[in-house]
């Protein structure tokens, strides 16, 4: 009889399959639940700028025009005005020579 199983080793070996089927079970389910989140994080990083496209970029901004040195440099630029009243004090040709006519008359 020794050699004989009994109805409880019977009982304990099919509960014990059956959870070894439910454990194979949910690891399966984790399994496939974190190759989809694999897939997702792949999916999304893709999307997501490359390291080395972002500094070729920030490059570029770099080298832009700053706006506020760009408003300096207008202004400072001459506009019509100012150039319009530097030619109205600089004096002309003919009024130089007359100038010296008289100058040369008056010796």
Do not use: C, P
Not at 22 to 33: A, W, Y
Not at 41 to 48: A, E, M, Q, S, V
Not at 77 to 98: F, T
């Amino acid at each position: 009889m020794s050699n004989k199983a009994s109805l409880d080793d019977i009982k304990r070996i099919i509960e014990s399959q059956v959870s070894g089927s439910e454990v194979r079970k949910e690891l399966n389910s984790v399994n496939d639940k974190l190759d989809d989140l694999w897939r997702e994080t792949n999916k999304k990083l893709t999307n997501y700028a490359l390291q080395k496209d972002f500094q070729s970029l920030a490059a570029q901004v770099d080298q832009k025009a700053n706006l506020s040195e760009m408003n300096e440099q207008l202004e400072n630029k001459a506009n019509k005005q100012s150039v319009s009243n530097a030619l109205h004090k600089k004096a002309n040709r003919a009024e130089i020579e007359v100038l010296l006519s008289r100058k040369v008359e008056a010796v």
